[in-house]
């Protein structure tokens, strides 16, 4: 993500694990038929989202190989950007001029699910935070072994979701968050964290 006092932009690298395709394909059977499979349509479908608010433009995402996609699109500010998509003022992202914060925990997350639609599929959110309240990540690898196979819990040990900024400023304070240049961060966690939500995930950021 490149903040900008004028245009700012994202560009994003999705890659999906076949065995998350076959769990996706399997409720696709009971779903109205389409010609995009159930990743494609979601994929395709925030696209729009972020295109229809006022704040989102220059939307584009394709897909880039059998189970990856590409995605950019260029927006004002992301805090207005967040409260549009999910149509009401959240407090999961905090942005001013000088300053950038993300806090999800499971206090806030059902905005974060209005935000982003997909989440709350009941297909799919059963394999999320809300429904797995309390568990141990022992307890989950269990459940999703049980109920996805066993290749999963090494697919998940290995999934991480990474978020690299840049901002117009020279980084001045910096926290949960690894500071990667001047103006620049990396902000990572394996995928488990946040299907668990056992503790917040949360970064920020200051520049002059």
């Known amino acids: 993500m490149q903040l900008s006092q004028d245009a700012s932009s994202s560009q994003s690298d999705i890659s ?3 065995f998350f395709i076959d769990v996706l394909n399997d409720y ?18 925030f696209a729009g989202q972020i295109e229809a608010t006022d704040e989102g433009h220059s939307t584009l995402f394709v897909k880039t190989g059998v189970n990856d996609y590409s995605g950019y699109f260029e927006f004002g500010d992301l805090e207005e950007l967040a409260d549009q ?14 300053s950038l914060s993300f806090y999800c925990s499971i206090d806030n997350y ?3 699910e209005s935000i ?4 709350a599929d009941p297909n799919i959110s059963v394999y999320l935070a ?11 690898m269990d459940m999703i072994t049980f109920a996805i196979g066993e290749e999963a819990p090494d697919a998940l040990r290995s ?15 910096i926290e949960g968050a690894e500071q990667t240049g001047p103006d620049s961060l990396s902000y990572s966690f394996p995928l488990i964290d946040f ?6 995930l949360a970064f920020s950021v200051q520049w002059s």
């Open 16 to 18: 999906v694990q076949q």
């Open 28 to 45: 696709a059977e009971f779903m109205p038929s389409s010609d995009e499979s159930i990743m494609d349509s979601a994929v395709s479908t």
């Open 85 to 98: 998509l999910g149509g009401q003022e959240q407090s999961i992202i905090r942005q001013t001029d000088k």
């Open 110 to 112: 059902t905005e974060l």
């Open 116 to 119: 982003v639609p997909f989440l």
């Open 130 to 140: 809300q429904y797995n309240i309390g568990y141990s990540e022992q307890d989950y």
């Open 159 to 173: 999934s991480m979701i990474t978020i690299n900024v840049t901002v117009p400023g020279t980084i001045t304070a």
């Open 195 to 200: 299907l668990l939500l056992a503790e917040p």
